[in-house]
């Protein structure tokens, strides 16, 4: 089994860009999907990148996904941030044995 | 639309059980796998279960392994969690979620249903 590791919290201004990083502990990060998902406050997650970087047609292209071998990570990069995109953001991935894994979550505040 | 509306969750006491529900429509449930995923208070994504379209793999956290069992009903487009043994460290809420596909993750999540154990 492997752990996703995100940074606790990152922020920035409005209009900026921030990238949240996801590190694989074991494996390579190209084995298996990664998505993303955003949480608001007292809401349930919603998919903001699926597979990579593929994007649900609802979600705003200022939202990208990439992973990076070199690094074993993948990324969300928000750009033109909005005070609206504050929110958990959460990278997901599965094992080998078909378990899901989640990173422990980034707490994204646009001030 | 795809809708997950879950159901079931309440205070239990240690080793008590729950059977949690979660009816789905919007799409052909018979085709995608589901999953249940917890999200402790203040704490982050935990998955817990998935289950493929057939029942035929089923694949659970080692934190429930031998006390949670997921099952689905086709025929009714419902999804169920039965948690046996219950302990503190299991209250959460638990959310219904959709697979994309094979390898790919929820696509979406039901609205969740709070299970608190405690005596």
């Known amino acids: 089994n492997f752990m996703l590791t995100q940074p606790h919290s990152v922020s920035e201004s409005p209009g900026k860009t921030v990238t949240i990083s996801c590190t694989r502990s074991?494996?390579?990060?190209?084995?298996?999907?990664v998505q993303w998902y955003q949480q608001r406050p007292g809401s349930s997650p919603t998919t903001v990148i699926y597979?990579?970087?593929?994007?649900p047609s609802a979600v705003p292209d200022r939202f990208s996904g990439s992973i990076d071998s070199s690094s074993n990570s993948a990324s969300l990069t928000i750009s033109g941030l909005k005070t609206e995109d504050e929110a958990d953001y959460y990278c997901?991935?599965?094992?080998?044995?078909?378990?899901?894994?989640f990173g422990g979550g980034t707490k994204l505040t646009v001030l | 639309e795809v809708r997950l509306v879950e159901s079931g969750g309440g205070l239990v006491k240690p080793g008590g059980s729950l059977r949690l529900s979660c009816a789905a429509s919007?799409?052909?449930?018979?085709?995608?796998?589901m999953n249940w995923v917890r999200q402790a208070p203040g704490k982050g994504l935990e998955w817990v279960s998935s289950?493929?379209?057939?029942?035929?793999?089923?694949y659970y956290a080692d934190s429930v392994k031998g006390r949670f069992t997921i099952s689905r009903d086709n025929a009714k487009n419902s999804l169920y969690l039965q948690m046996n043994s219950l302990r503190a460290e299991d209250t959460a809420m638990y959310y219904c979620?959709?697979?994309?596909?094979?390898?790919?993750?929820?696509?979406?999540w039901g609205l969740g249903t709070l299970v608190t154990v405690s005596s």
């Open positions: 979620a959709k697979v994309r596909g094979s390898d790919s993750g929820p696509d979406y």
């Open positions: 919007g799409f052909t449930f018979s085709s995608y796998t």
């Open positions: 289950i493929t379209t057939s029942s035929s793999y089923i």
């Open positions: 074991s494996g390579s990060i190209a084995n298996n999907y």
């Open positions: 597979e990579d970087n593929q994007r």
């Open positions: 997901q991935s599965y094992d080998s044995s078909n378990h899901g894994v």
